[in-house]
């Protein structure tokens, strides 16, 4: 399905002469065939399935963040403005992203369910969370909340 979308987005976007979504859709695709290709030792040798490629997606997202902290504190805003463009293009691959008050419901409700009571429960609860949640929470914002609610 998501294949699929990147394939039509791409070709949307050579004909309607967009170079940002084409450059970013194909980055898209290589990081994906890479993937591909990684798992076929596995056993897996029709391509990784959506929710590895909802983690791909929100893996490059991550990186594109920390490339903008990096390109703003070398006082380059071009290179900062051109990640973000790429942010831009990669979420609309991604399903809507559940907000604060979704994500803290969320980890209450794992930590619960665990019987997580200290921070070395925190990797199970992560765990979990990643298993439940791939491609709609945000994990950099949800590490915090379990680390605040197991005590940490």
């Not at 703003?72 to 942010?87: H, M, S, T, V």
């Not at 990797?123 to 605040?148: I, N, Q, S, W, Y």
Request: hydrophobic letters at 45%; zero cysteines.
């Amino acid at each position: 399905m998501l294949r699929q979308d990147f394939n039509d987005a791409l070709k949307t976007a050579m004909l309607g002469k967009d170079a940002r979504t084409v450059s970013t859709v194909r980055l898209i695709l290589a990081a994906l065939k890479d993937r591909d290709i990684a798992a076929r030792p596995k056993g897996v040798t029709d391509g990784i399935g959506d929710d590895e490629i909802l983690g791909l997606l929100q893996s490059m997202i991550k990186q594109r963040r920390e490339s903008i902290t990096l390109y703003e504190q070398g006082n380059r805003p071009e290179l900062a403005d051109q990640e973000r463009a790429e942010i831009v293009v990669i979420e609309r691959f991604l399903p809507r992203q559940m907000d604060d008050a979704e994500t803290q419901a969320a980890v209450s409700a794992v930590v619960g369910e665990l019987g997580a009571a200290s921070l070395k429960d925190m990797g199970r609860v992560m765990a979990a969370l990643k298993e439940r949640h791939a491609g709609v929470m945000d994990f950099a914002k949800a590490g915090p909340l379990v680390k605040a609610a197991l005590g940490g």
